[in-house]
Structures are given as structure tokens and as C-alpha cells.
């Protein structure tokens, strides 16, 4: 294939009909008549030598192709889109577009939430839309990021990719404020005979891995996929849960519960932002990367890393 001459506006075509199954409505939706759209669905099953779109009675349906090439072509529509909207020059107090970032909900809280406030002050014109990082974020990891203009992750869980680090946190545990048994510290027996309460992805795999290398097989009696959560599912029982000493922070006088020491040293947690490689040198997320930058620094200058006791 010789992507010299390709006409890149047949992306354009292409998933509009794999979207819409329907040569009409997908004309109609990139401003193009039925009959250019039909000749672009020609010119289409003549490059893939497939027919995408087979008729079934009234309507049309994907081809095996076609269904191959549905969410390909979404994620190569989204690159070309964001590399021919780079930037030489960004004035973010002028400017009005919007990023994309995925994140955590403990990212959001933590982080997220300063830094849309300064966005707010700095550039009105910039939204920001934060979107729950998808569980299949280490599998198409390229994929992903090439839709986004960043993701809110730890490190030890994606690599390979350009990133700036954020702020450092750590790992403590959670129990209720009332708990009957558990007063200024836990033991490595109270991990294995309380119930937990877990967080049922893999973002943290870092402190998940560390609890099995010391033989530490948690009890698991509730699972959710919101680290916000775990603070309201140990509250008023005897349920623990591992969470972020600065998430803990902002949840503990909320929720009724507490933090305490991890009777084991716990790895450390280092947030970064990571990007897809075709984002490094565009105006605008330079911009957004220092800002990221700069909100963090603020953050790690005025707020210790102990939570208060």
C-alpha cells in the first residue's frame, strides 16, 4: 500500500458507512450526496477488495471486514484528526477547544479537580472532559492513548510511553472510625482475618502484587470499581480497605473512617501523565502538560504526605 495515494477523505467515508450501515444517512452525515457517497463505497470495496456493507434484506449489515475495520477506523479517523489540528502556537487565555484526559476517579479527586480550577482561572476557553480509564487500558495501551490527549496513571502498571511525573502518594489502610477491633495499628493477622473491601481493577497491580509476594491473601467480601467507594464500604463495619493516604485524606471526616499504617513497608505510588507520542511536540499539549506540571508541584509544596492520624 502506498499511503501517498490514498485519499485521506475516504476515512471520513469509511466510517461514517461502517457506523451508519447506510449510504444516505452516512453521505448526510459528512455533507456528501447519496451518489458521492456511493462512489466513495466503491472506490472503498475496490481498495479492500471486500464489499464492507452486504445488503440483507432491507438493510445492509458489516462484512467480517467490515466489522474488523469498524473500531479501526474510529481510532485512525481520531489520529489524523488530532495530528492535523496540532498547533504551532498556543495562547490557552484565547484559545477554545477541549481535551480529553482519562483518569481514575482517586485521579480525579486527588488531582484532577486542581487542576480544572486552574484551567478555569488560566484559560476559559479550555474544557476539559475526564473520562473513567477503560478496564482494557494495558492491552491496547497504543490504541487508547492515540484517541486521548492523556491519561491519568501510577507508574508500574504501562510503560513505553512518553510521561511527566506528578506527585508521589502512598498506600495506607482504611477502617471504620467505630472499628471493635482494630485501634492505632494493624497487624498482618488482622489482614487475613478481617474481611476487605477491593477495588476490582488492576490500576493498582503494583500494591496487588506486593500483598501476594508477602503471602497476603485478602478475604475479599465486597468489590467495586470506584476507589471513592471504598471509604463508604468500611464505614460502620469491620470491612478494611487499601487506598491512597490522599484519597483517605479527603474521605476519612466524610465517610467515618480511618487511616492506619500498613504493618508491611508498601510500595510507593507515583502519578504521571502519559500521552501517545504523536501529541510531544504540539503547542497545546505542551501546554497542558506544564500546567499538569505546575498544578502538581503547587499540590506536592502545600501538601505533606502523611494523612492526619
Do not use: C
Not at 58 to 87: C, I, K, M, N, P
Not at 222 to 235: G, T
Amino acid at each position: 500500500m502506498n499511503l501517498a495515494r490514498l485519499d485521506l477523505n475516504l476515512v471520513v467515508a469509511l466510517r461514517a458507512l461502517l457506523e451508519e450501515r447506510n449510504v444516505t444517512r452516512a453521505g448526510r452525515r459528512v455533507g456528501l450526496s447519496q451518489p458521492a457517497m456511493s462512489a466513495a463505497l466503491a472506490r472503498l470495496r475496490r481498495h479492500f477488495d471486500d464489499d464492507l456493507l452486504a445488503r440483507v434484506g432491507g438493510h445492509y449489515e458489516l462484512t467480517a471486514l467490515g466489522q474488523v475495520l469498524l473500531d479501526r477506523t474510529a481510532t485512525a479517523h481520531d489520529v489524523l484528526e488530532r495530528l492535523f489540528a496540532s498547533q504551532a502556537d498556543f495562547d490557552p487565555a484565547r484559545e477554545n477547544r477541549e481535551f480529553k484526559l482519562m483518569a481514575s476517579d482517586y485521579a480525579v479527586a486527588v488531582f484532577g479537580a486542581e487542576l480544572a480550577r486552574t484551567v478555569h482561572e488560566e484559560a476559559p476557553g479550555i474544557r476539559l472532559r475526564l473520562t473513567q480509564t477503560p478496564p482494557n487500558i494495558t492491552d491496547d495501551t497504543a490504541t487508547l492513548l492515540s484517541a486521548t490527549d492523556g491519561l491519568f496513571m501510577p507508574h508500574g502498571v504501562i510503560s513505553d510511553f512518553p510521561a511527566t511525573d506528578l506527585y508521589d502518594d502512598r498506600w495506607v489502610f482504611l477502617v471504620s472510625e467505630d472499628h471493635p477491633s482494630v485501634e492505632d495499628r494493624l497487624t498482618r493477622q488482622d489482614l487475613a482475618r478481617l474481611p476487605w473491601v477491593i477495588y476490582q481493577r488492576t490500576y493498582d497491580a503494583p500494591a496487588v502484587r506486593q500483598l501476594g509476594m508477602l503471602g497476603i491473601e485478602p478475604r475479599v467480601e465486597v468489590s467495586v470499581d470506584s476507589f471513592q467507594l471504598l471509604p463508604l464500604m468500611v464505614a460502620r463495619t469491620r470491612r478494611i480497605a487499601l487506598v491512597q493516604a490522599r484519597l483517605a485524606r479527603l474521605m476519612a471526616p466524610l465517610a467515618g473512617v480511618r487511616a492506619v499504617e500498613p504493618p508491611y513497608e508498601a510500595v510507593p505510588l507515583r502519578e504521571a501523565l502519559w500521552w501517545h507520542p504523536v501529541h510531544t511536540h504540539d503547542a497545546a499539549h505542551i501546554w497542558l502538560r506544564e500546567t499538569a506540571a505546575r498544578v502538581a508541584r503547587r499540590m506536592t509544596g502545600t501538601d505533606g504526605q502523611r494523612p492526619p492520624s
